[in-house]
């Protein structure tokens, strides 16, 4: 875990000192209209590499366990592992048909059911209204068109 923590802080690390001038080039000045359009990406990147620069400054000063390390995923979190993630990679597969609010919707009820164990009818109220209510905010408040899919698209415009 030791080697994992240090080459993935320094991985962070060089992915932040990369896109730090990137970031620079927009505004990160408050406008007249709010915060520029630079402020979050600016904070988030700066957040990051301190952060990541904490992770390499431990594991780098971390003494080394005597014998043999232990494996990064132990193989026991295999299981619950691709439980979460197989399912996540076949909803972006099918995102151009599905969509972010049904394929998110059918995530949210799969996990419900085979991860949490949850009752039918919890399962129905939240992978229903979270997905409407997501829709609400982002299509509708702040006019952000996210990819609805091709049977949302038919549902909602017929097209």
């Known amino acids: 875990m ?14 932040s000192l990369v896109l730090f001038p990137q970031v620079l080039r927009l505004p990160i000045a ?48 295999w299981r619950p592992l691709l439980v979460v ?21 059918l995530y949210l009820a799969g996990y419900m059911i085979f991860v949490g164990h949850q009752r039918w009818t919890t399962v129905a109220f939240v992978s229903i209204l ?5 829709f609400y905010i982002f299509e509708r408040w702040f006019l952000l068109p996210l990819p609805k899919g091709i049977l949302l698209e038919y549902l909602l415009y017929g097209r």
């Open 2 to 15: 030791h080697r994992a923590d240090t080459v993935f802080a320094g991985l962070l690390v060089l992915f």
């Open 30 to 77: 408050w406008t007249g209209s709010g915060p520029g359009s630079g402020f979050f990406p600016f904070w988030l990147t700066v957040g990051v590499a301190l952060h990541a620069v904490l992770i390499l400054v431990r594991s780098v000063r971390a003494p080394t366990p005597p014998g043999r390390a232990a494996p990064f995923i132990p193989s026991e979190a």
């Open 85 to 105: 993630f197989l399912p996540m990679v076949a909803v972006i597969g099918l995102l151009r048909y599905l969509g972010i609010y049904i394929g998110g919707a």
């Open 130 to 134: 979270l997905p409407v209510v997501l």
